[in-house]
């Protein structure tokens, strides 16, 4: 077997952590835990995006970016969910997600001195697509 490069070895870190991360969210709503589900994809963007500050890679930063932004649209549609008001939710969630990827070329700057503009494109569509929704 070949020896692992430092990129490698963290990448592999960083899969097992969020393995032993969505097992643990999985024992919680086997228990019954209902509250917990709403949070998962919010926690693991946090720690994407973490990991992508230290490490620098962009594929963390872009799955941080959609986990972080997308995990907070899901928590305010689980809360607007309660009390509904003709698709007001699904597009905030829309909204949030479409941020997450407006938010993409940014961080990439940022955290690994490469602008990604692809995310661009979906982020400016499910944007428009939020707008007329909230119309």
Aim: glycine content about 12%; proline content about 5%; some cysteine.
């Amino acid at each position: 077997m070949p020896e692992l490069n430092r990129e490698q070895k963290i990448v592999l870190v960083i899969g097992a952590s969020l393995i032993i991360l969505g097992a643990g969210f999985l024992l919680l709503e086997m228990f019954g835990v209902k509250s917990a589900s709403g949070w998962v994809p919010l926690i693991a963007g946090v720690i994407a995006l973490a990991l992508a500050a230290v490490t620098r890679l962009p594929g963390f930063t872009i799955i941080g970016a959609l986990l972080t932004f997308g995990g907070g649209g899901l928590l305010l549609y689980l809360a607007m969910a309660e009390h509904p008001r003709d698709g007001l939710a699904e597009a905030v969630f829309l909204l949030f997600v479409s941020a997450g990827f407006c938010s993409v070329p940014v961080l990439t700057r940022l955290l690994d001195k490469k602008t990604l503009l692809w995310p661009l494109i979906p982020g400016v569509a499910g944007l428009l697509a939020g707008i007329v929704l909230l119309i």
